[in-house]
């Protein structure tokens, strides 16, 4: 429970839920020495109570080579994505059941705002949207471009899946089967925090446990481990990542709070346009 914690440290909360582990004042407040060094766009929480380790981005991946055979241009927006030239080519996941699901549908919001977002859902189903319930069936069955060699080009993954595809691949491969797309706005930032939990009587050993995740050393060993990106910029980049991955320079953005207060509401709302 929250006055009694089974543990000292949390971490894995990102910017979709903050505000309500905030709420619920689940962390202690920790101004770790090791945030000077840290860009403000990832220190969301002023209190310090939540400290960001690591981000990804949520974007459309494609297959390299079905736009290639296909002589198709890339969709550069999201509004492009409803042209009849990429009917049914897209697969996401249930924003219900899926965070990166979840994620691409905040990215709809903060480009169309409240007023528009559910007409453009409307409008990518219209297109042939494919719908599933999970990263893994999307990924991995439905998108053509990695080992299921299904019927969508287009699927919503993680900017890190590129790299991932070239590191796992079963014969070695030159350059990644896939690719993001980046185009402002199309991609959603996630940050991953760590908290000290309120009521811990280990405070001296979390801060170090906490410093240490933001260490440059724990810092560079977590993309190769969980395939996301480290906070400090002075972590330098596995080779794969610097030539395989992109990074969008204008991920869409959505203050954690607004997420909070409207996240259960937005995704009935599209249960409703989008599967009913």
Known sequence: SKNAPLADVFYGVDNTFLSRALDEAMFETYASPLLAS????????????????DYGDVCINYDKT???????????????????????????????????????????????????????????????????????TAYYTNFS???????QPMVVSYASSPPAEVIFAETPLTEAPTASITAPGTCFRQIEFVGILAGTPQHALAEKFVDFMLSVPFQEDMPLQMFVYPV????????????????????????????SANRNAWIEAWTETVLR
């Open 145 to 151: 471009g990695s080992s299921g060699h299904g019927p």
């Open 232 to 259: 400090q910029p002075e972590a330098k980049l596995p080779e794969a990542f610097v030539k395989y991955a992109q990074v969008p320079q204008q991920p869409a953005a959505l203050a954690p709070e607004d997420i």
């Open 66 to 136: 079905y736009f290639s055979e296909k002589n198709l241009a890339l969709p550069q927006s999201l509004e492009e994505l409803t042209d009849l030239a990429y009917k049914g080519l897209l697969v996401v996941e249930n924003p219900a059941t899926s965070s990166p699901g979840l994620a691409f549908l905040l990215a709809t919001v903060a480009h169309y705002g409240e007023d528009g977002y559910l007409d453009y859902w409307q409008q990518l189903k219209d297109n042939g949207l494919v719908v599933v319930n999970d990263w893994e």
């Open 38 to 53: 840290i860009p403000a766009e990832f220190k969301l929480d002023v209190k310090n109570q939540a400290l960001p380790v």
